[in-house]
C-alpha cells in the first residue's frame, strides 16, 4: 500500500520472510519472501502496547527484530517471531543515544548500525537497551538514509 515505508528481506538463511514497515499507519507487516499478486501479511505487529511511532527501518538478528521508530526517536526491539499488540522485549532511547529521526538500520554480528535524518551514523550492541550510549559514532556520516 502507499503508507509502506521501508522494506527488508530477511537475509538470515532459516527464514524466509519480508518484513514491511508502515510509516502512516505504525505497523509491521511480514509476508512470506517468493509471493506474487495481492499477498496477506502472515503476521503483523501493531496496537498501543508495540510503541510503533512512525516505523521507519526494519533489521533481524537471528533471535530479534529491531524497528526504527522514526517519530519515537528510537529503536524498538522485538522477538524475532513477535505479532499483534505485543510490547517491545527493550527500547533503545534517550538522550545518550544521541538518536534522531531514525531512517533504517542494519546488523552485522552483534551490531546494530542506526541511521538518524540529521545525525551520525551510530553503532550500538545488539544487546543494548535504555538511555545509552553508542559504543561508536562515525561523525563522517550525517544524515544517511540507508
Given amino acids: 500500500t502507499s503508507a509502506e515505508s521501508t522494506v527488508h528481506l ?8 519480508l518484513a514491511v514497515a508502515s510509516f502512516a499507519n505504525n505497523r509491521i507487516r511480514f509476508f512470506t519472501r517468493g509471493g506474487d499478486g495481492n499477498l496477506v501479511p502472515t503476521r503483523a505487529i501493531e496496537g498501543p502496547a ?3 511511532n512512525q516505523p521507519n527501518g526494519v533489521a533481524f538478528s ?17 522477538p524475532r517471531d513477535a505479532a499483534g499488540n505485543v510490547a517491545p522485549a527493550r527500547v533503545i532511547s534517550g538522550s545518550n ?7 533504517h538500520m542494519r546488523v552485522f554480528g552483534n551490531e546494530l548500525f542506526v541511521a538518524s535524518y540529521g545525525a551520525p551514523l551510530r553503532v550500538f550492541d545488539t544487546s543494548a537497551g535504555g538511555n545509552v550510549a553508542p ?8 544524515g544517511v538514509y540507508g
Avoid at 530477511?10 to 520472510?17: L, N, P, V, Y
Fill in 62 to 78: 537471528e533471535t530479534e527484530l529491531f524497528v526504527g521508530n522514526h517519530g519515537g526517536q528510537s529503536v524498538l526491539v522485538f
Fill in 97 to 103: 543515544t544521541g538518536l534522531g529521526l531514525v531512517t
Fill in 50 to 52: 508495540t510503541q510503533l
Fill in 10 to 17: 530477511d537475509d538470515i538463511a532459516f527464514e524466509d520472510e
Fill in 135 to 142: 559504543k561508536r559514532v562515525l561523525p563522517a556520516m550525517v
